[in-house]
């Protein structure tokens, strides 16, 4: 998919207006990637940065699209324009996003100053898409107060949310030995905030206390102590102590100045994505083009030669 650089004008154009159309054209333009996308980057970066980002996270199960739709709700009682990025898995056959309950969240479609957004993770192991960063830029510069990442839910390698939003949610639900066990494996540096959803049923109360026990016991990253919620985004209960948790977070953020460590660490994070990816590229093609490269191969499967080896030579010859 190709667009030329007047198209690419005219959508950031259209964006700075508050063009819903060209909002989506401009996702789609992220998502494809290339030089275009780069040049979109390039127009619309510095209206970017002023939303408040938050991840939502959590074993598949756990109802994290109903609490998304919920906490939804809230947020636009409070008259703020949000939309929702929603990381499903990738297709193993398009490429493309795998809509699963999305339908869940329809109930805002209507609404104006809602946005929701599917993005396929393209096997993305942290649970966030690359272009989720681009994407998320094409949202604030359209000027959405809030932008919520929702992930696949994949178990530890959800780490990545933490790098990309300001403030993220776990979500879990009663009695899942799993997730509990999770937790006290390291996952829980993750969360800000944690909601114990599916609050009716049994064992709600017994879960909760036993991740406020585990988090007393936790060597925490800063003065915040995340907040322990019980819900059920079902029907609406708790949402609202949720998104004060939320507003409480921010204003923490602020007032330690820790918003813009976090967001130092997530561009740390996004280099690290986009040196990778290009390395990749160039490693990708020299392997198909390069001689030398088609020799070194040789080299490992005759015994020759070690693979890490090979890798510092083929690094040598990437710079």
Request: aromatic share 4%; proline share 3%.
């Amino acid at each position: 998919m190709s667009f030329d650089q007047a198209y690419i004008e005219d959508i950031a154009k259209r964006l700075e207006r508050g063009d819903r159309r060209a909002l989506a054209r401009a996702i789609t333009v992220v998502e494809a990637g290339g030089e275009a996308a780069q040049n979109l980057v390039k127009l619309v970066y510095q209206r970017s940065g002023k939303a408040h980002l938050i991840g939502v996270t959590g074993s598949p199960g756990v109802g994290k699209s109903t609490l998304v739709d919920a906490l939804v709700t809230q947020m636009r009682q409070a008259d703020k324009k949000v939309a929702v990025l929603a990381i499903d898995p990738s297709s193993p056959f398009t490429g493309g996003a795998i809509l699963g309950d999305r339908i869940r969240m329809q109930d805002h479609t209507l609404d104006p100053n809602v946005y929701i957004r599917s993005m396929a993770n393209r096997g993305h192991t942290g649970g966030v898409a690359m272009a989720t960063y681009d994407a998320v830029r094409m949202l604030e510069a359209f000027g959405f107060d809030v932008v919520i990442i929702e992930t696949v839910g994949v178990g530890q390698s959800e780490l990545a949310i933490a790098s990309t939003a300001d403030t993220t949610i776990l979500v879990l639900m009663p009695g899942s030995g799993d997730d509990i066990q999770a937790i006290k494996s390291g996952i829980m540096e993750i969360g800000d905030i944690f909601v114990v959803n599916k609050g009716d049923l049994p064992g709600a109360n017994k879960s909760a206390t036993e991740i406020i026990a585990s988090l007393e016991l936790a060597k925490l990253p800063s003065n915040w102590h995340p907040p322990v919620l019980v819900a059920v985004s079902e029907n609406g209960e708790g949402v609202d102590k949720i998104w004060q948790a939320v507003q409480d977070h921010r204003q923490f953020l602020t007032d330690s100045d820790m918003i813009s460590k976090r967001r130092l660490t997530k561009i740390k994070a996004e280099l690290s994505d986009i040196v990778a990816e290009i390395a990749r590229g160039k490693l990708e093609q020299s392997m198909q083009d390069s001689a030398c490269v088609q020799e070194l191969l040789t080299d490992i499967v005759d015994l020759k030669l070690d693979p890490r080896s090979a890798a510092a030579s083929i690094l040598s010859s990437l710079n």
